[in-house]
């Protein structure tokens, strides 16, 4: 009697935890965007991503239509130096209020999971907003 509730609790311990972290449900947890003496340092977490950009309504990048100015398709790309799937860019911003959002291999946009702040983004979903000082 004694094996067999030592063995059912062992084996509800490795089910759970195989489908806790099959399921993705400990997550990294990323800061918010952090304002630094070069700019606002954003951060994204897409481990399979081949190319991230930040796309906001700053005039320089006007929502990624920058490119258009540039030349490239890389406005507001972001870096993944070390490989771990976390995104960053800094960002030089002047003061003011500012909408943003992810964009995931040039196709899937999203709103900042780590930042609560966030507008209607008038397509049914949400632009993610921050205040710059």
Known sequence: M????????ALAVGVSSLACSSM????????????TRDGVVFRFQAPSARVVQLAGNWPENNWLAGQAQTGTFLVGEMKDED??????????LPAGRYQYKFVIDRVNWKED????????DGYGGFNS?????
């Open 83 to 92: 490989g771990d799937g976390t995104w960053t860019r800094t960002q030089p």
């Open 129 to 133: 907003l921050i205040d710059v000082r």
């Open 113 to 120: 999971p780590n930042n609560p702040n966030r507008t209607d």
């Open 24 to 35: 993705g449900f400990v997550k990294k947890r990323l800061p918010p965007p952090t304002q």
């Open 2 to 9: 004694r094996r067999t509730i030592l063995f059912v609790t």
